[in-house]
């Protein structure tokens, strides 16, 4: 079954304490992304994957780091996470860029519910 | 102001009805979509459009580019539509996407 994949579903931590959500997608998609969702602000880019070895920043990358060595994982990395990372955490992925003109339809992993105290 | 408006921002309908969620947006794009997000979290891709209109099922999706708007549209609503509809904009070049905070749908028997 073709999807995306997250891990842990649902993470309560302290601050400061380093922690990694992994994102994975057997679809062989080149583009890959994690967004954040808090109330009131929506969905909001943290990072994205064009391809292997190749990230950049969204609208919120502070305070988190990603990595793309593989083309199927994505991990989102807080080195020091603080009370107001504490949010609802998409990662998706889609075929290519979403800057092509083709029928690029993104894939929402189901997400990961942050709380740091 | 953001970039991505939409309207209005709760609806509530009596099943069967015609729904219409709205979207406009201050950017170029190259692209336009529309995300329905379930009770449960999950986010699943409803349209992509850079012009014209899509129709898939009870769903159609148009979109004016030059007034830089885009309608929703759900016919002979039902109560498993409840939900929340999200539209997004890829600003022109670029690979990010922009939302908009969404429009929470419930249908009523």
């Known amino acids: 079954e073709a999807q995306v994949t997250q891990n842990p579903r649902y993470l309560i931590t302290v601050t400061g304490k380093k922690l990694t959500v992994t994102c994975s997608q057997n679809?062989?998609?080149?583009?890959m992304s994690w967004y954040r969702q808090d109330p009131g602000l929506g969905l909001r880019q943290i990072y994205y994957?064009?391809?292997?070895?190749?990230?950049d920043k969204g609208d919120v990358p502070e305070g988190y780091k990603v990595s793309r060595k593989e083309k199927r994982n994505f991990p989102l990395i807080l080195e020091s996470p603080s009370p107001n990372q504490t949010s609802l955490y998409f990662c998706a992925s889609s075929l290519r860029g979403l800057g092509i003109l083709s029928y690029n339809e993104q894939f929402f992993g189901p997400g990961t519910r942050l709380t740091v105290l | 102001k953001n970039e991505v408006e939409q309207s209005p921002q709760n609806l509530t309908a009596q099943e069967g009805e015609f729904i219409t969620i709205n979207c406009s947006y201050s950017?170029?794009?190259?692209?336009l979509h529309w995300l329905q997000q379930h009770p449960g979290g999950g986010i699943v891709s409803l349209f992509m459009l850079s012009s014209g209109k899509k129709k898939h099922g009870r769903l159609i999706a148009t979109i004016n580019i030059q007034e830089k708007h885009s309608s929703l549209h759900i016919t002979a609503s039902h109560p498993r539509d409840s939900a929340v509809y999200i539209c997004?904009?890829?600003?022109?070049?670029?690979?990010?996407?922009?939302f908009g905070t969404g429009t929470r749908l419930q249908v009523f028997p």
């Open positions: 997004a904009v890829r600003a022109y070049n670029t690979d990010k996407l922009i």
């Open positions: 679809m062989n998609h080149e583009y």
């Open positions: 950017v170029g794009i190259s692209a």
């Open positions: 994957s064009m391809n292997v070895e190749v990230t």
